[in-house]
Structures are given as structure tokens and as C-alpha cells.
């Protein structure tokens, strides 16, 4: 049998349009080509179980080799096989007609990114790295013939008798020069580690040494001897395949390593299961976070059954989730479509809607079942917690109940009970409840204990996404405000009745205003006598609210530049009320340029911005004073 032929597709030049879009990722060549040998294999395990084929199939490993010198990669599998016929049919109509439709579709697209997941691009992806591509394929059916089919990237093939002599299909690959860095097998192995670790049917890659135990010694120790084995490159039987009641907790850790390496164990975990109304299996894992959060992202592998597809899920997983880790696979997504239409997808809707609720369920299952663990693990936890309530309405719902607030003595309080603990105390005149909190306990010590010795309670928000928190909490809580404990004296910041009176007359507070501009000179720093309770501190630095907000904002890239280019402004309160204000007056012209200076560093070093020249000059001084 020899035959020639045109395969019947209207694309001019198809290759090279495919090599152009493909260049970048052309490495899936192989993931295609093992996925079409898996589905040849399951096909006729099918049919087995059916009761279509007689007797026993047999080993189906697929094998995966490479010659350097011929510069051909093989793909071999034990499947169904074609007959001639199935070849005209399956590669010169179906496989090109999708090579055509695959054109049609991105001819607009800018570059290969706007092509997501790319999986389904089949055999021709074959032609992005060979010349020629010959296919040695017998059929399962009794009676059938080998066929060779053969194509050197044009739109002409031949088909002619094949040498094949069992059941199954050999891709032979004939590599160009452009791609010869994939005759290489730690290339092709970090390939097939990548895409095809946990697909169904064994995969053969070459050999590999083990060593297995080979009696004892003279002395009783054990010997081993080196064995060469099948380098078998993938688990077929994954633990998210199975269902949750067959694992243990140390199935799924182990699993976890299997993906992670060399990551720190996850805190818990959320097993996915759905067949109805779309099929999602998957399991996703709450690492412990570090402070990076762009580290932990883009660390969920998507797969099609159990062939990686990528781990870029922005449009399936909802965007406070991708700090997980774990695998999803699904084969209802759409994976060879542009980005807006997967955006658009309703089974990503759904599925984005399904994993947000099992999230915040397993929490609230969490929070209930054991309080104590939970905010053990709150640190880690709370990150995803806040973001989910920032970014998405129907988890910040749900997780009212379980969303804790930790103070800077590590209590923990729902949003409820924060509420009711603080709404009487910490009411100012007009009836505003103030939220006091930290983002740095250690340097605003000095603040929390002004706080404290009223008998409030002050916040620890020291977490990356607790600047945004703030805003969210002053927007979802009524009749309330957060103010940073350290953004003015305490008695400013919640502001009650008891208002102090002034001890200084008014030219003696001029005077004390007067010597302290005079002893900062500094334009942003503002000085304002106030009227404090005796046994606050005579000076204060701190920083209005509203001002560090916006800078803060403009620092993280929040839209506020303006904000973020002006100089850091301050605000001096110097306690007119206090002992050392009076003494100072009292005190010739350079003691009190000195103590005044001393009292203005003091409060400056409460808040770690005395340094350099004036922290060695405040040092000097103090040897003097004392």
C-alpha cells in the first residue's frame, strides 16, 4: 500500500502561523502528544471493560524516548491503534480542521498570552519542534494491517504499509535544527515531571538506578546492589482522585510534599468533590504564610483530567484564594479560549462561586469546632480571611462569624464581640465608638500604655493587608472610626467630656509655644500646647490620621501620589499641664533651650525617629543633665 494526498484545509502556510503563535511555550509538544497516547490507552481499556476485545490487554505503559543521534523523539503507546482508514479520518481531517479552526480563532490574538491553558492543540503542535512527523500505528481490531503515515510539515502526507506488529501507536518525531535542545533527557524528563506527574497510565521514561537490599555482610550489616529499573515518571493514582473517606491526614501531607518539596507543612486543607452541575475535583491547602504575598501566589496547578494544563488560575479561583496552595482539575473549563471568554464562562462562574463557599465553610467549621486551634493559627489564617472580605462581598458575608480581631495582649475577639467590648468605653462625647490600634507595638509602646491606663483596648494590625483593613472596618462598622493609637495624644483621640483646663496663663503658653519652635526649627513639625492630665507625657510627636493614611495608600500604590510626595508632617503636643513645662520656664535662657530640646528628643525616641547626629548630640546632653 503506498497512497499520496493533500490534506484538505484553506490556511495557507499553517505551520509556520502555528510555530509563530506557539513559540514561546513549544515545549507542550510532548505534553499533547502523551495526553492523545494516555487517551488512546484508556479508550481501549474502555472497550476491555465493555467487553470488546478478547483476553487480557496487557501492559499499556507509554514510552517516551529519544535517539540524539537519528535527532528523532518517540512516543509509543499500547492503545487502540488506526487502521488506515482512522488515519485519513482522524489526522488528515479532524487533527488539521482543528489546526485550521486554531488559526481562524487567534489570527487577532496580540501574542501567545491571550491563548490560555493551549491545551487541545493535538497532534499537529508536533510540527512546532519537527520537521517530519511519522506515525506506526496498528489497529486493536483482528485483521488489521500497519500503517506508516508521514508528513514534512506541508500540506502533503503519504501513507504507506507500517513495520508496527502489535496493538498501539508510535509518533516519531524527526527534530529541526531549531529545537535540538530537546534531544536532551534531563530536558525531556523536567518536561514530563512537569505536565505529566500524575497522569492515569504508567509513563516510561528510560531507566533508573535503585538500590535494594542484598543480604548482609561479614560483620551482619545489610548490602545493597544497584538494580536498573523503569523510570516510571508519574503516580497514576493521585490523592485527589480518591475520594476524602479513603485518606488520612498524612495521605494528604504527603501528597503536599509530593508538590511542595521543600515547603513547610500546610495548616489544613479543603477537599473538593463535585459532579453536578459541573465535575471539579481538587484539593487545596492553606500554606503558612510569610509576609511576601506575591511569593505565595500562582501556586495552584490546574489540571484536565489529571494532565497539567497551568498554574495561571486567576479566572478560576477567586483572586483572594490564589494564596493557596493545591490542584483543581476540571474538565469542563475551557482551556484553548482567550481570557474574556473564560471570564465570561458560567461553569468558571460557578466553579469560582462553588470554591469561595467551601472555603468559607470549612473556616466557620474550623472556628466552631475548635476556637482554640483556630486562633492558634489565626496569624496564617487571617491574611486570607481579609483579603477575601477586601475583594469578595459573599465571603466578607460569611466570614462576619469567623473574622477574629487580635489585640496587642493576643486576645481575640469576632466582630461582634470587639463590639460589644469596647462600645461603651470607648465612646467619645458625640457618641462615636474609636477602634484604638498598632501596626508596631514595640516602637508605639509608650501610646499603648496611655491607652491602657484609661482602660481602653488597642488592636494589634500588623499584618501587609491591614492598611486597606482599616478602611474596610470604618466602611461595614456604623457609628465607628479606627485611629492608629499613636496619630495623637490619647485624650484627642478619644475625646470625652473631662476636658483638663490650662494651668499656663495664655502669655506663658505663647512662651512655651514660642521656645519650642525655636528648639525644633523644623517647618514639619507643628507645635500646639495643650491642656493633658498631669500624668501624661510632657511631649508627644505624632502624626495626624488622615495624612498617614493617604501616604500610606500612595507608598502601596493606592492612586494618592500627591500624597506620597509630600515632605512627613508632625504634630508637637506639648503638655502644658506637666510638671516639666513649668520647671522649664522657670529656667534661665540656655537651660531652657536645653531641656526643652531634651524633653522634644525624648518623645522623638518613643517613636524611633531620633537618629544620626541628633540621637549622638540627645546622648551627650544626657551625660550633662545627669
Known amino acids: 500500500m503506498k497512497e499520496k494526498g493533500n490534506i484538505s484545509i484553506h490556511t495557507e502556510n499553517i505551520f509556520p502561523v502555528i510555530k509563530k503563535f506557539l513559540y514561546s511555550d513549544n515545549e507542550i509538544f510532548l ?12 479508550k481501549l481499556k474502555r472497550l476491555s471493560s465493555l467487553g470488546k476485545i478478547d483476553g487480557d490487554i496487557g501492559d499499556t505503559t507509554i514510552e517516551v524516548s529519544f535517539d540524539e543521534k537519528a535527532k528523532t ?54 510540527f ?6 511519522e506515525i506506526q ?93 523503569d523510570n516510571i515518571i508519574n503516580n ?11 485518606l488520612t491526614d498524612e495521605d494528604y501531607l504527603a501528597f503536599y510534599r509530593e508538590l511542595y518539596p521543600f515547603s513547610e507543612d500546610p495548616l489544613f486543607w479543603i477537599h473538593l468533590n463535585v459532579d453536578y452541575p459541573f465535575n471539579l475535583t481538587g484539593i487545596l491547602y492553606f500554606p503558612k504564610i510569610k509576609n511576601d504575598l506575591d511569593i505565595q501566589k500562582n501556586k495552584i496547578k490546574l489540571f484536565s483530567r489529571q494532565v497539567f494544563i497551568t498554574d495561571e488560575v486567576k479566572d478560576i479561583v477567586p483572586e483572594f484564594l490564589m494564596l493557596l496552595h493545591g490542584v483543581i482539575d476540571s474538565p469542563d473549563i475551557p482551556l484553548n479560549v482567550s481570557r474574556s471568554f473564560l471570564q465570561a464562562d458560567s461553569n468558571v462562574k460557578k466553579i469560582n ?58 486576645e481575640y475577639f469576632t466582630l461582634k464581640e470587639y463590639a460589644e467590648k469596647v462600645k461603651d468605653i470607648q465612646a467619645d462625647k458625640e457618641g462615636q465608638v474609636v477602634y484604638l490600634y498598632s501596626n508596631d507595638p514595640a516602637n508605639q509602646d509608650s501610646f499603648i500604655s496611655a491607652a ?51 494651668v499656663l496663663s495664655e502669655e506663658e503658653s505663647n512662651s512655651v509655644k514660642s521656645l519650642f519652635e525655636k528648639t525644633i526649627n523644623k517647618e514639619t513639625y507643628q507645635v500646639h500646647v495643650e491642656p493633658l492630665a498631669e500624668d501624661a507625657l510632657p511631649v508627644t510627636v505624632t502624626m495626624d490620621e488622615f495624612m498617614r493614611r ?3 495608600m500612595a507608598q502601596n500604590g493606592g492612586g494618592m501620589g500627591f500624597y506620597g510626595s509630600l515632605p512627613d508632617s508632625y504634630k508637637v503636643t506639648v503638655n502644658g499641664n506637666h510638671p516639666l513645662i513649668k520647671r522649664i520656664l522657670e529656667e534661665d535662657d540656655t537651660n531652657k533651650e536645653n531641656l526643652a530640646k531634651q524633653a522634644f528628643d525624648l518623645a522623638l525616641l518613643s517613636r524611633g525617629l531620633l537618629t544620626g547626629a541628633e540621637l549622638t548630640n540627645f546622648v551627650k546632653r544626657s551625660i550633662n543633665l545627669i
Open 128 to 133: 512546532m519542534v519537527a520537521d517530519t512527523v
Open 353 to 410: 462561586n462553588h470554591i469561595t463557599k467551601k472555603v468559607a465553610d470549612k473556616l466557620n467549621e474550623l472556628f466552631k469546632t475548635d476556637r482554640k486551634s483556630f486562633q492558634e493559627k489565626w496569624n496564617d489564617i487571617g491574611v486570607f480571611v481579609k483579603y477575601g472580605m477586601l475583594t469578595d462581598d459573599k465571603f466578607a458575608e460569611k466570614a462576619n462569624d469567623f473574622c477574629l480581631l487580635k489585640n496587642v495582649d493576643d
Open 452 to 502: 491602657k491606663a484609661k482602660g481602653y483596648d488597642v488592636l494589634n494590625f500588623d499584618s501587609p493587608l491591614d492598611n486597606h483593613f482599616v478602611g474596610f472596618l470604618e466602611q461595614k462598622l456604623e457609628k465607628t472610626s479606627l485611629k492608629r493609637v499613636d496619630s495623637d495624644v490619647i485624650d484627642k483621640l478619644i475625646n470625652k467630656e473631662e476636658d483638663h483646663k490650662l
Open 236 to 246: 497514576t493514582d493521585p490523592a485527589w482522585i480518591k475520594s476524602p473517606s479513603e
Open 137 to 229: 500505528t496498528l489497529s486493536y481490531q483482528e485483521g488489521a494491517e500497519p500503517v506508516r503515515w508521514e508528513c514534512d510539515g506541508s500540506t502533503t502526507f503519504e501513507i504507506s504499509d507500517g513495520n508496527r506488529t502489535d496493538r498501539g501507536t508510535d509518533i516519531i518525531l524527526h527534530i529541526n535544527s531549531d529545537s535540538e535542545e530537546f534531544l536532551d533527557k534531563s530536558r525531556i524528563q523536567t518536561i514530563l515531571d512537569k505536565y505529566g506527574k500524575f497522569l492515569p497510565v504508567p509513563i516510561k521514561f528510560g531507566t533508573k538506578t535503585n538500590s535494594e537490599p542484598d543480604g548482609e555482610d561479614e560483620e551482619g550489616k545489610p548490602k545493597y546492589k544497584s538494580v536498573e529499573v
Open 73 to 126: 523523539i518517540t512516543i509509543s503507546d499500547r492503545g487502540i491503534g488506526m487502521t488506515a482508514e482512522e488515519v485519513k479520518k482522524y489526522i488528515n481531517q479532524i487533527a488539521f480542521s482543528g489546526a485550521e479552526e486554531f488559526v481562524e480563532k487567534f489570527k487577532e490574538a496580540k501574542d501567545a498570552n491571550e491563548i490560555i491553558g493551549r491545551f487541545g492543540l493535538g497532534f499537529y503542535s508536533a
Open 31 to 42: 505534553r499533547e502528544l502523551v495526553s492523545n497516547a494516555v487517551d488512546a490507552t484508556q
Open 550 to 552: 493617604m501616604k500610606d
